[in-house]
């Protein structure tokens, strides 16, 4: 399996596949060196530009770095423990693990004590050990796309976009049956990231597992736990017992073409879809909450991207200027505008109040703040989550559940070792 410390090794020894850096106000007085997810330049530039136009003084060097090259790259520049980048873009549960190694600064200073006005998921995912150490700038949420046709044709009635009237994942199995169709390779449930942890862990904490120790050291009595095991096995009957899930859909353009196209009746997606499926005009659909499984709570995933500050820039003035900068209501706005995300603060809740009035984004506002759980902090992120999705994968494919997440734990603390003690 490819991981994301195999990749480590491989840019190590060639020398890292950086994007080439777009230099932004070249005759600024001081330059930020920034390293922004490799998101389309049509979601980053006009933010850089907010920023130069009200900081004219400060220029932007931009290195745009695609997603699955962005964290072994971070690795790489972070060791090397020089100044640069100044700023740079951290997924959310890295947080812990980056600030263990001293590569962040704190941001309570520079921000001050008025974080309340952040919605509590976001402020939680950049915490730790109660000093804000990573600023919120995007979140996430997931909402399940559903099919009109389908559930019409088979004679099901759908589940409401209530928060309160929300299925089971008993219920959506028993839909997903009468929706499955093989004649016309229709499936009745897909998965965004149907391996990622982000997705996969409300599964199991839906029915009450701790997916990690307290000190997020320790994988073995609770990634091999009784609910953790129960809820995957119901995760691997999907695929393998009840064929009501295609096995092998891990990308996650693909998961979403397959209902964009009517080969999925169901698809449990982060609001990025919503855009997306919207513009399909000859689909009908409509959108319901994640379910929870009987007996158990709703859980639901977030945390998204953040802003790290570098300790050792030499540009501190500038790095904070920009830290506060991306904390104001405007920039969180515009940049909400840009790219369909839940956003950080409660107040641009408010004032896109239009934008956000329906139902998929009533389903997520209430979801951040009542059942959203961000992932576990632990300065080990970046290895749970490899052996997990290459357990997860294992799962599907039609590995014993028990077995295989017991292996897990075992691999996952053996990795933990070194951040003990």
Known sequence: MTTRRTVLKGMTAAGGLLAAPQLLHAQAKTELNVIWVGWPESHITPMAEMFMKNNPMIGLKLERIPFNELFP?????????????????????????????????????????????????????GTYK???????????????????????????????????????????????????????????????????PYQALTLPQSKGAQVLSEDGLTATGYVDSKPFIDAMQFYADLFNKHKVTPTGVFDTNLALEMFATGRASMYLATTPSLASISARKDLDWTVAPQP??????????????????????????????????????????????????????????????????????????????????????????????????????????????????????????????????
């Open 130 to 196: 109660g000093k804000l150490m990573t600023l919120p700038y995007i979140s996430s949420g997931m909402v399940l796309f559903l099919n009109r046709k389908h559930f019409a044709d088979a004679g099901v009635a759908l589940p409401e976009p209530d928060v309160a009237k929300r299925w089971t994942w008993e219920q959506t199995l028993e839909a997903a049956k009468k929706l499955t169709d093989p004649a016309k390779n229709q499936w009745g449930l897909v998965f965004e990231m149907a391996d990622r």
């Open 73 to 125: 790259a971070l690795e790489v520049r972070l060791q090397a423990r020089t100044p640069l980048p100044d700023i740079f873009f951290a997924d959310g549960p890295l947080t812990a693990s980056y600030s263990i190694r001293k590569h962040l600064a704190e941001l309570d200073g520079i921000l001050g004590n008025d974080l309340v006005r952040y919605t509590k998921a976001a402020l939680a995912q």
């Open 292 to 421: 929870y499984f009987e007996g158990g709570k709703a859980v639901t995933p977030t945390g998204s991207w953040h802003i790290g500050m570098n300790p050792r820039t030499k540009q501190r003035a500038a790095a904070e200027t920009f830290i506060k900068a991306f904390a104001q209501p405007e920039y969180v706005e515009a940049q909400a505008r840009l790219r369909p995300n839940p956003p950080v603060l409660k107040s641009v809740w408010d004032s896109m109040g239009a934008e956000l009035d329906t139902p998929g984004w009533r389903i997520v506002r209430s979801e951040m703040e009542n059942t959203a759980v961000p992932r576990p902090a632990t300065p080990g992120w970046l290895e749970y989550e490899d052996i997990l999705r290459g357990a997860f994968r294992e799962i599907q494919g039609g590995a014993n559940v028990e077995q295989r997440l017991k292996k897990a734990a075992r691999d996952i603390d053996r990795e933990f070792a070194k951040y003990r003690g």
